[in-house]
């Protein structure tokens, strides 16, 4: 005999002014649907003090959406007053209220939804009980690039390109080559071992939650990622976990290698 689902956990106070706004949205019958995006989508139990409130407002027609993209004054249906706004994309804007709480939303026409491969969506609200993710297209499959021969290469690659440009005196650039692309690749490599145990994987941050994955490998962050000033240091973290988890081109590793030793003779 099957057992009954446990009923979901009541909604975040904070996250209880989304209904408020979409109770006062639905007096306009321009709009079709409110819907809940990231801790605000289907995993609002992760939502809690520190997060913010994204959201997609569905509207009938091309005049609505520029009426709700250029004023947004229906944002006080959240209840309180906007302190700052600003346009972060042409079908939206991020907004930070006088009480602390921040919200970036879009506004899409229905026929502009429907081409979206939305991800993880909530209905809050929508007019009839209508679905409004109907139809919309499945997300990306991973591309061809999408692989370990990849990740690992792009992320020696960097490292390589990295290392020059220190020894140039672009400490910047070489900072984000190495700590952050280069990084980046890592936690890809990370997220396709199949005995990685992500928490809740963001499709569009691989930052998100790391340091609470369950990994089958050390991943020393604060080494890979120490700071401006240790781009060096970084690399060889980096290249250390490379070559200790994955078998890289030898080429190209003592490539990367020769550059560190000559770092260490400046």
Same mark, same amino acid.
């Given at each position: 005999? %099957?057992?009954?689902?446990?009923?979901?956990?009541?909604? $975040?106070?904070? /996250?209880?002014?989304?209904?408020?706004?979409?109770? $006062? !949205?639905?007096?306009?019958?321009? +709009?079709?649907?409110?819907?809940?995006?990231?801790?605000?989508?289907? *995993?609002?139990?992760?939502?809690?003090?520190? %997060?913010?409130?994204?959201? @997609?407002?569905?509207?009938? %027609?091309? %005049?609505?959406?520029?009426?709700? !993209? =250029?004023?947004?004054?229906?944002?006080?249906? @959240?209840?309180?007053? +906007?302190? &700052?706004?600003?346009?972060?994309?042409? $079908?939206?804007?991020?907004?930070?209220?006088?009480?602390?709480?921040?919200?970036?939303?879009?506004?899409?026409?229905?026929? =502009?939804?429907?081409?979206?491969?939305?991800?993880?969506?909530? #209905?809050?609200?929508?007019?009839?009980?209508?679905?409004? !993710?109907?139809?919309?297209?499945?997300?990306?499959?991973?591309?061809?690039?999408?692989?370990?021969?990849?990740?690992?290469?792009?992320?020696?690659?960097?490292? &390589? +390109?990295?290392? $020059?440009?220190?020894?140039?005196?672009?400490?910047?650039?070489?900072?984000?080559?190495?700590?952050? &692309?280069?990084?980046?690749? +890592?936690?890809?490599?990370?997220? /396709?071992?199949?005995?990685?145990?992500?928490?809740?994987?963001?499709?569009? *941050?691989?930052?998100?939650?790391?340091?609470?994955?369950?990994?089958?490998?050390?991943?020393?962050?604060?080494?890979? #990622?120490?700071? &401006? *000033?240790?781009?060096?240091?970084?690399?060889?973290? #980096?290249?250390?976990?490379?070559?200790?988890?994955?078998?890289?081109?030898?080429?190209?590793?003592?490539?990367?290698?020769?550059?560190?030793?000559?770092?260490? =003779?400046?």
């Amino acid at each position: 005999m %099957s057992r009954p689902t446990p009923p979901a956990p009541p909604l $975040h106070p904070t /996250l209880l002014r989304l209904d408020r706004l979409a109770a $006062h !949205l639905a007096t306009d019958d321009h +709009v079709l649907a409110v819907l809940g995006l990231g801790s605000a989508g289907q *995993e609002t139990h992760r939502f809690d003090e520190h %997060s913010d409130i994204d959201f @997609f407002v569905v509207v009938d %027609s091309a %005049s609505a959406q520029d009426g709700y !993209l =250029q004023d947004p004054g229906w944002l006080a249906g @959240f209840g309180g007053a +906007v302190a &700052y706004s600003f346009v972060n994309d042409p $079908h939206g804007r991020k907004a930070l209220f006088a009480d602390g709480l921040f919200v970036e939303y879009a506004v899409f026409t229905s026929d =502009q939804l429907a081409a979206l491969p939305v991800v993880g969506a909530r #209905v809050v609200w929508s007019r009839d009980g209508h679905d409004p !993710l109907t139809g919309s297209p499945a997300p990306a499959r991973p591309t061809a690039v999408d692989t370990v021969d990849f990740h690992r290469d792009e992320a020696l690659t960097n490292l &390589y +390109v990295g290392l $020059h440009r220190e020894l140039r005196g672009e400490r910047l650039t070489a900072m984000r080559f190495i700590q952050v &692309y280069a990084v980046d690749r +890592v936690l890809a490599l990370v997220r /396709l071992d199949p005995a990685s145990r992500l928490d809740h994987p963001d499709h569009f *941050e691989s930052t998100r939650r790391i340091e609470r994955a369950d990994l089958p490998t050390d991943l020393p962050l604060h080494r890979m #990622v120490p700071g &401006y *000033e240790h781009n060096v240091d970084a690399a060889r973290a #980096v290249l250390d976990w490379l070559t200790t988890h994955h078998v890289t081109h030898p080429v190209m590793t003592r490539a990367v290698l020769r550059l560190l030793d000559e770092h260490e =003779q400046t």
